[in-house]
């Protein structure tokens, strides 16, 4: 499974993106998948994550009621709908999937960077 991350931008300070992850490779359909980001200067941290079928979806405090994650699998691929945008948001968000929960993420999107303006 390979992964390419796409949408990424400046926006300013209130506004809204839609990150999307296309995946090759028919697997993906039944993997967990996952966003996460990484700020200048700090670790990577989730984002958000979704099982294979779309279902119960999890996230971060911070971005919890702003972020909205979503795949759909007849095209392989996730979404991640971000609204009210912060500053703090500003970061490399990068899509990845797991075989199993509780396996580690073993796929990776390359990363697409979202900056937003204060």
């Known amino acids: 499974v390979q992964l390419q991350a796409s949408g990424g931008g400046l926006v300013q300070a209130g506004g809204s993106l839609r990150l999307s992850c296309a995946a090759s490779?028919?697997?993906?359909?039944?993997?967990?998948s996952a966003w996460f980001r990484q700020a200048p200067g700090k670790e990577r941290e989730f984002v958000a994550r979704?099982?294979?079928?779309?279902?119960?979806?999890s996230y971060s405090g911070s971005v919890k009621g702003r972020f909205t994650i979503s795949r759909d699998n007849a095209k392989n691929t996730m979404y991640l709908q971000m609204n009210n945008l912060k500053p703090d948001d500003t970061a490399v968000y990068y899509c990845a999937a797991q075989r199993a929960v509780g396996d580690t993420y073993g796929y990776w999107g390359q990363g697409t960077l979202v900056t937003v303006s204060s």
């Open positions: 490779g028919r697997a993906f359909r039944f993997y967990t």
């Open positions: 979704v099982n294979s079928n779309g279902n119960d979806p």
